[in-house]
Every structure is written in structure tokens, then in C-alpha cells.
């Protein structure tokens, strides 16, 4: 997966936060389809969207 524009910390930083989406589906029992609809209501950044669209929690 290529990342452009992030050094080590922007990655960690990315990556806790998508751990940290995980998380909250699962205390929160979202389907990630209803998380993806949320992500692209609020107008989040497309390639971001599609790699969440990827991860299987």
C-alpha cells in the first residue's frame, strides 16, 4: 500500500486512528457498511474510504 505525503509518524498516527474505527464499530455495533455511509456523508477523503472498505473487522 503506498502512502504518499506521510512520514513514519503521519503513518501511525493513521494507522491508530483506523485501529481506533475498528474499535469503535465494534463497542458500538456498526456495520461497516453504515460506517462507510457516515465516512461518505462527512465528506472524508476518498482513497481512505476505499481502504476501509477493504478491512474486514
Do not use: C, Y
Request: charge should be negative.
Amino acid at each position: 500500500m503506498a502512502v504518499h505525503g506521510m512520514d513514519g509518524l503521519s503513518i501511525l498516527q493513521w494507522t491508530m486512528e483506523l485501529l481506533g474505527f475498528g474499535l469503535l464499530l465494534r463497542v458500538f455495533n456498526i456495520s461497516p457498511r453504515s460506517f462507510l455511509v457516515l465516512w461518505i456523508v462527512s465528506g472524508k477523503d476518498p482513497e481512505i474510504m476505499m481502504l476501509l472498505a477493504d478491512i474486514k473487522l
